[in-house]
C-alpha cells in the first residue's frame, strides 16, 4: 500500500515556476506509475502528467506539455513536478496518485492519492 504527501504548493505570479514534491511510503514505490492530476471548484479532476516506474517514460496533458515536466527519484521515493511559465488557468489543488498501470491518465485508473497541495497563480 502507497501513501502519498504533496508539498510545494504556494501562490505565484504567472509566468513564475514552482516545484511540487510527493513523497510517497512504502517499499514497492519502485512498482507504481506516479501521476499528477489538478482540480479546481466544481470542476472534474484532470490529468497533468504521469511517470514510468523507471522514470523512462513520462506522459503529459497538452495544456501543460512544455511548460511542465515530472521526473521521480526511487531512492528518495519522490515523484517532482516542476512547473514553469505558469499561467493562471493553472491555479488548481494539485493531486499525487499512483497506479500499476501504464499509460494512466484517468483517475479511475488510479488506486492510491495524496490529500493534494494548493497552486494558485496570480495575473
Known amino acids: 500500500q502507497a501513501q502519498l504527501v504533496e508539498s510545494g504548493g504556494g501562490l505565484v505570479q504567472a509566468g513564475g515556476s514552482l516545484r511540487l514534491s510527493c513523497a510517497a511510503s512504502g517499499r514497492t514505490f519502485s512498482t507504481y506509475t506516479m501521476g499528477w492530476f489538478r482540480q479546481t471548484p466544481g470542476k472534474e479532476r484532470e490529468f497533468v502528467a504521469a511517470?514510468?516506474?523507471?522514470?523512462?517514460?513520462?506522459e503529459y496533458a497538452d495544456s501543460v506539455k512544455g511548460r511542465f515536466s515530472i521526473s521521480r527519484d526511487i531512492a528518495k521515493t519522490t515523484v517532482y513536478l516542476q512547473m514553469n511559465s505558469l499561467k493562471p488557468e493553472d491555479t488548481a489543488l494539485y493531486y499525487c496518485?499512483?497506479?500499476?498501470?501504464?499509460?494512466?491518465?484517468?483517475?479511475?485508473?488510479?488506486?492510491?492519492w495524496g490529500q493534494g497541495t494548493q497552486v494558485t497563480v496570480s495575473s
Open positions: 511517470v514510468s516506474r523507471s522514470g523512462g517514460d513520462t
Open positions: 496518485a499512483a497506479t500499476r498501470t501504464w499509460i494512466a491518465t484517468m483517475t479511475s485508473e488510479y488506486r492510491y
